[in-house]
């Protein structure tokens, strides 16, 4: 069982910065994919960026260029760093863990396992 918890999210401006966190429990941390997906009212949950198993990372095009993922195994953390927000970036925003399989990093049904999710707010 991976228990995952974001953090970090809040009210911001347009053109302002945020930076989201996501802590996993489990010994096994570094073998797990780890994906940032964000859901806005009535709307369904969109891919944002994921760490993959390769080492590298990949971004859903609204948001390259803005968004930087990253990891530190050591801490098993996953932090999403956020700047330039637009208010269209207002959303519902989770963390997810991959524990095996194939599958594209893109679609929640790949993911395993979910954290409870972290309110993202832009004001324009």
């Known amino acids: 069982q991976v228990q995952l918890v974001e953090s970090g999210g809040g009210l911001v401006q347009a053109g302002g910065s945020l930076r989201l966190s996501c802590a996993a429990s489990?010994?096994?941390?570094?073998?797990?994919?780890m994906g940032w997906f964000r859901q806005a009212p009535g709307k369904e949950r969109e891919f944002v960026a994921a760490?993959?198993?390769?080492?590298?990372?990949t971004y859903a095009d609204s948001v390259k260029g803005r968004f930087t993922a990253s990891r530190d195994n050591a801490k098993n953390t996953v932090n999403l760093q956020m700047n330039s927000l637009k208010p269209e970036d207002t959303a519902v925003y989770y963390c997810?863990?991959?524990?095996?399989?194939?599958?594209?990093?893109?679609?929640?049904?790949?993911?395993?396992?979910w954290g409870q999710g972290t309110q993202v707010t832009v004001s324009s």
């Open positions: 489990g010994r096994t941390f570094s073998n797990y994919a």
């Open positions: 760490s993959m198993w390769s080492g590298g990372m």
């Open positions: 997810a863990a991959a524990v095996g399989g194939a599958g594209n990093y893109h679609f929640p049904s790949f993911y395993n396992y």
